[in-house]
T-cell receptor
Framework: EAQVTQNPRYLITVTGKKLTVTCSQNMNHEYMSWYRQDPGLGLRQIYYSMNVEVTDKGDVPEGYKVSRKEKRNFPLILESPSPNQTSLYFC?????????????FGDGTRLSIL | GQQLNQSPQSMFIQEGEDVSMNCTSSSIFNTWLWYKQDPGEGPVLLIALYKAGELTSNGRLTAQFGITRKDSFLNISASIPSDVGIYFCAGHNNAGNMLTFGGGTRLMVKP
């Protein structure tokens, strides 16, 4: 089954404690991206990757890091989380490299930073 | 980044009614996508539009790519309780590698 898998689904942690949210897709997609969803703001793109070792900033990259060492994986790293990063996070992937192809989304990771 | 204005922000309707929502942008897009998000899940693609003026249906859903390329609308006919969720529009222009999302329309359907 074609899918995008995020882990963990829920996490409560404290300010400053480094955390990583993993994302894996089994569709051999070139394009992967991370979004955060906040009430009334829709989904805002944090980072995206057009292929292995190619990453770029989205609209809200501050406080986040990503890496793309393998095609299937695109982890999101919060080196020093802060309360304003409490949000619902989605990983997505699509064929092609331009971002205009329909993106397949994971089921989300709800992060609470205390 | 670019802005997409989606309206209405929320709708509470009676089962069987038709629904209409739209997105407008200050800049041109070459692709419009409509997604639905059910509670506790990620957005799922409903309809993709790639050409100005294009009108596409998916069951009871119909979406159109505005002729100016700055807007798109989604209609749902004869709503049913499982239509409940958040609907998002998203636009892409070929100048960049990002997808821009609207703020979402929360649809509630009363049986």
């Amino acid at each position: 089954e074609a899918q995008v898998t995020q882990n963990p689904r829920y996490l409560i942690t404290v300010t400053g404690k480094k955390l990583t949210v993993t994302c894996s897709q089994n569709m051999n997609h070139e394009y992967m991206s991370w979004y955060r969803q906040d009430p009334g703001l829709g989904l805002r793109q944090i980072y995206y990757s057009m292929n292995v070792e190619v990453t770029d900033k989205g609209d809200v990259p501050e406080g986040y890091k990503v890496s793309r060492k393998e095609k299937r994986n695109f982890p999101l790293i919060l080196e020093s989380p802060s309360p304003n990063q409490t949000s619902l996070y989605f990983c997505a992937s699509s064929a092609g490299t331009g971002g205009g192809q329909p993106q397949h989304f994971g089921d989300g990771t709800r992060l609470s930073i205390l | 980044g670019q802005q997409l204005n989606q309206s209405p922000q929320s709708m509470f309707i009676q089962e069987g009614e038709d629904v209409s929502m739209n997105c407008t942008s200050s800049s041109i897009f070459n692709t419009w996508l409509w997604y639905k998000q059910d509670p506790g899940e990620g957005p799922v693609l409903l309809i993709a539009l790639y050409k100005a003026g294009e009108l596409t249906s998916n069951g009871r859903l119909t979406a159109q790519f505005g002729i100016t390329r700055k807007d798109s609308f989604l209609n749902i006919s004869a709503s049913i309780p499982s239509d409940v969720g958040i609907y998002f529009c998203a636009g892409h222009n070929n100048a960049g590698n990002m997808l821009t999302f609207g703020g979402g329309t929360r649809l509630m359907v009363k049986p």
